[in-house]
């Protein structure tokens, strides 16, 4: 399964990967978050087991389960370590410990190696059997609630290491701390190549003209993704190259500001009718793959961001990006090199008509990020990320340097 | 009667091939973090030495274009835009110095140098501060060997990039006198001085590590050409 990725994927994380499913064969792995289906850590899931089982590793990926209560109580531990202000009581933190115990009942935790993804299974931690406990901590934690964070500090300190998707994320802990950026997988529904006639279907389907410049940007309706200063940059940039704008969202059913949002940004919208806001279903990945090879310049104007992911996707597509500077965009776009970093809507605006009046910059630019993205955000990167860093905390008295 | 034992001597048959190494590192957080350059100078008093040879040594590994070369300038040009900070930070040459400790030293001698001088620096954002990191390195055979020039340009034009990092930058620090594999290969097995010469040569900082790469098999390509040439004589 993996030889899929030859010729894609950097040999070398090929290797090392075959390398480490060597090291690790037969072991177990065990993988535990909180849903099965719908954000980018299922997504990744979904792909990532069957390949590690490929390797010879014994992989599994369980999910904890919880009521309406616990789910309400984990959306606001999140929203929380993001920064938001949360009351969050004795009793609710109670009933999250207790759940997760009725869950250490259900599962079987016994492994060489668990992952568990975010703060919803972080207490089963307590539960631990055997193996080497890592926690990955998805989310942006640049400002965390000091309330929550004392709360799932004695949880974090038990685990044998913790991963962060940024560096900006870590903070001075006991516990070892890594960095391991997310992925996108290219042979995905989402980011596999697509023919002209299936690009050319999609932009018939959403009445989208291919005679001008596209410009997209592609995210939930939610403030913090800027979709009004879209809009305005898209009106500054028009004044002077026509061109057509596409804003592509999933109604955010667990957000309730997206239909306010939705609805802020289609009276914005004007009636434009260069303007095409598509409100899309869950699981058009292939639409989406489709928006974004039709796109001139990809925007993730956003204000603040985990990582940003759409960045990678749109640039895996040789896309020119313009990214606002926050979360791990800045990661993802090297200013100048492979895409350009801004900080307002006249910046964004500025980069986009550099972009649509120098299309060989825009190319090369387009080049140079599928080519950064190869190298640092496939799925296999981080397959070989995850099993590098099981074998370092295996190995840990043995130093920093290993020979395989 | 005496039996006779004949000894047949074997000669042990030693593999001179050139064996193409990779390498991978994943990052591993200190949790320090610095927002101005008192607080840069300060870490980078007490942060460990596998930090300090993370963003010096290995800032070449992360393998696109910079105009710095070491992560200190690169922040203190990009993050603090101290321009003239950056220039001299990255005017070291980490491979100059004995050991970690002494690079240490000269990074802190410039800081200090520049505070005195220039008091004035500002802050970064939240968020744009340097952030001290460590690296975990694995190092593992690609699979492929050279026994002579023409297998060597052969492999050089299809390893990955970090494989040139680990032969031409990495070695460095373990063969020491800035010496790197492929010269050292070239010179002492093959015999082919000139070219190695010529490759030791290179400017290690001037360099990404595709520049490398197509310097190096610019090098090879113009002496096989050369050996060509004179076996037709």
Redesign the interface.
């Known amino acids: 399964m993996i030889s899929q990725y030859a010729g894609i994927s950097p040999k070398r994380d090929l290797l090392l990967l075959n390398t480490l499913g060597k090291a690790f064969k037969g072991k177990t792995f065990l993988h535990v978050n909180s849903t099965r289906a719908g954000g980018g850590v299922a997504e990744i899931l979904h792909r990532m087991i069957p390949l590690l089982n490929s390797l010879g590793i014994d992989a599994r990926w369980e999910v904890i389960e919880g009521d309406q209560k616990f789910f309400d109580i984990t959306k606001k531990i999140h929203n929380a370590l993001q920064g938001n202000m949360e009351n969050i009581t004795e009793e609710m933190w109670e009933y999250y410990y207790e759940v997760n115990k009725r869950n250490a009942k259900n599962i079987n935790l016994e492994a060489d190696g668990v992952l568990i993804h975010d703060p919803q299974p972080a207490p089963l931690i307590n539960f631990k059997k055997n193996g080497k406990w890592i926690w990955r901590c998805h989310i942006d934690l640049s400002k965390p609630s000091p309330e929550v964070s004392n709360h799932l500090e004695p949880f974090c300190k038990k685990y044998d290491a913790i991963i962060f998707s940024v560096p900006k994320f870590a903070r001075a802990m006991a516990t070892d701390e890594f960095i391991v950026p997310p992925s996108i997988d290219p042979l995905s529904e989402k980011n596999m190549e697509l023919t002209e006639e299936e690009i050319k279907g999609v932009a018939e389907k959403f009445q989208i003209p291919l005679d001008r410049p596209i410009l997209l940007q592609v995210s939930r309706f939610d403030r913090f993704k800027d979709p009004i200063g879209v809009i305005q940059t898209y009106r500054k940039v028009k004044k002077y190259n026509d061109c057509v704008l596409v804003l592509a969202g999933s109604p955010a059913t667990d957000d309730p500001e997206g239909e306010a949002v939705l609805e802020e940004v289609r009276e914005y919208a004007a009636n434009d009718p260069d303007i095409h806001i598509l409100l899309l279903p869950p699981f058009s990945d292939k639409d989406i793959n489709a928006l974004q090879r039709m796109a001139t310049v990809v925007f993730q104007k956003s204000l603040k961001e985990g990582f940003g992911l759409t960045v990678s996707e749109a640039m895996w597509k040789g896309k020119p990006v313009i990214g606002g500077a926050v979360g791990g965009i800045p990661l993802q776009i090297v200013h100048g090199i492979t895409g350009f970093l801004i900080h307002s809507v006249d910046g964004a605006a500025f980069r986009t008509r550099q972009f649509l009046n120098n299309p060989l910059m825009a190319k090369r630019m387009g080049e140079t990020g599928r080519e950064y993205v190869r190298r640092n955000f496939l799925i296999t990167r981080q397959m070989r990320d995850y099993l590098s860093l099981w074998y370092a905390v295996e190995n840990k008295d043995k130093g920093i340097v290993f020979e395989l | 009667m005496e039996q006779q034992v004949e000894h047949i001597e074997v000669e042990e048959q030693v593999d001179t091939s050139f064996e193409f190494m990779?390498?991978?590192t994943?990052?591993?957080?200190?949790?320090?973090?610095a927002a101005n350059l008192r607080q840069l100078r300060d870490n980078l008093a007490e942060v460990s030495e596998?930090c300090i040879f993370h963003h010096t040594y290995q800032y070449f590994s992360k393998?696109?274009?910079q105009e710095y070369t070491n992560d200190f300038a690169h922040w203190a040009g990009e993050g603090l835009e101290e321009r003239a900070l950056a220039e001299h930070l990255s005017n070291i040459d980490p491979y100059s110095f004995n050991s970690v400790e002494e690079l240490r030293e000269e990074l802190l001698h410039v800081l200090d140098y520049y505070i005195e001088n220039f008091p004035e620096t500002r802050a970064v954002l939240?968020?744009n501060?340097f952030?001290f990191?460590?690296?975990?390195?694995?190092?593992?055979p690609?699979?492929l060997r050279a026994r002579n020039l023409a297998e060597f340009l052969i492999a050089l034009k299809y390893?990955?990039a970090?494989?040139i990092y680990y032969h031409f930058y990495e070695a460095r620090i373990r063969l020491g006198r800035g010496i790197d594999d492929f010269s050292k290969w070239l010179d002492e097995v093959i015999g082919a001085k000139e070219v190695a010469d010529k490759i030791r040569a290179i400017d290690p900082f001037m360099h990404n590590m595709e520049g490398i790469r197509e310097h190096i098999i610019e090098i090879i390509d113009g002496a096989l050409r050369k050996e060509m040439e004179v076996s037709l004589e």
Do not use: C, Q
Request: net charge negative; no cysteine; proline share 3%.
């Open positions: 990779d390498m991978v994943i990052l591993k957080s200190t949790g320090r973090k596998e393998g696109h274009i939240p968020g501060e952030f990191n460590e690296a975990i390195t694995f190092v593992f690609v699979g390893v990955d970090s494989s």
